[in-house]
């Protein structure tokens, strides 16, 4: 059995490389000089270490900004974003009222439309809100998910009825039902979307370059993609760069690693 496993161990093992390769180069390169980075053939270890790269990444871009900005527009989508769709696939999946089902498919149809069509809208919204240049204008139009309320709605759907039922007999009424009884049930499903929600967070450039100017109003994203020059491209800070962005969601991600894991399962099971 073991000889007719090692295939499989094989494609394993360059699936691993594959995967991890990038990031090790990205580690050796942001110790390199300029020079040595842009080399042909390539080097893959420094000749000399340097963390030059490192000091000039600090020193000329506000990082501790980019990890607050990130940090705040993290924390405010996810957890508004959480409240409304949840309270928003409550009310479709629990509760009737008239024009339910149209609106309900409505909101689907936006699950069809890409979202760069809603940059320019939402840009106006944020001008004429004077909004523009400020961290809030960062997590202010993430606050609902049509695929968050999707989700949310087919986890409160494969709840027991009979839990509605009991919960009303004992008087409770539609918001005590939905904060005190089945809401708490939910944690999986509310685990999964703030994971999703959280690395579309993490990794969207497109919004924060558009309705921000001020570097100090800048996420870590878009604060990466300053150090891409108009000219030249010193690759060595770029690397470095992209290592203190990373850094911080690489800790976080061991200490929560079983949280993680389960919210991802739990995203194609429904219960």
């Not at 929600?197 to 001020?214: G, H, R, Y």
């Not at 030249?232 to 976080?252: D, R």
């Amino acid at each position: 059995m073991k000889k007719r496993k090692w295939p499989v161990y094989l494609l394993l093992i360059l699936c691993a490389v594959v995967t991890v390769g990038p990031f090790l180069w990205m580690i050796l390169t942001s110790f390199k000089s300029y020079e040595e980075s842009i080399r042909i053939p390539p080097t893959i270890f420094p000749e000399v270490f340097t963390v030059g790269s490192y000091r000039e990444v600090v020193d000329k871009f506000p990082f501790f900004d980019f990890y607050v900005n990130t940090f705040l527009v993290l924390l405010f989508t996810i957890g508004i974003e959480l409240l409304i769709c949840s309270m928003a696939a409550y009310a479709f999946a629990r509760l009737h009222f008239p024009g339910r089902d149209v609106i309900f498919i409505v909101l689907l149809a936006l699950l069809m439309v890409p979202g760069q069509i809603f940059l320019v809208p939402n840009y106006d919204i944020m001008v004429k809100l004077h909004l523009a240049d400020t961290v809030t204008a960062l997590w202010l139009p993430k606050i609902f998910s049509a695929f968050g309320t999707f989700m949310l709605r087919e986890f409160f759907k494969g709840l027991p009825r009979s839990l509605d039922e009991a919960a009303m007999l004992d008087g409770c009424g539609f918001f005590q039902i939905y904060y005190r009884i089945l809401l708490p049930l939910l944690k999986p499903a509310l685990s999964s979307l703030a994971i999703l929600t959280a690395i579309s967070t993490f990794k969207d450039l497109m919004w924060p370059l558009i309705v921000n100017n001020s570097m100090d109003k800048m996420t870590l994203s878009a604060g990466l993609a300053m150090l891409i020059g108009e000219h030249t491209t010193y690759y060595p800070q770029v690397m470095a760069g992209g290592i203190i962005a990373i850094l911080p969601m690489i800790i976080i991600f061991f200490l929560f690693q079983k949280q993680f894991v389960e919210g991802i399962a739990t995203t194609g099971v429904k219960q």
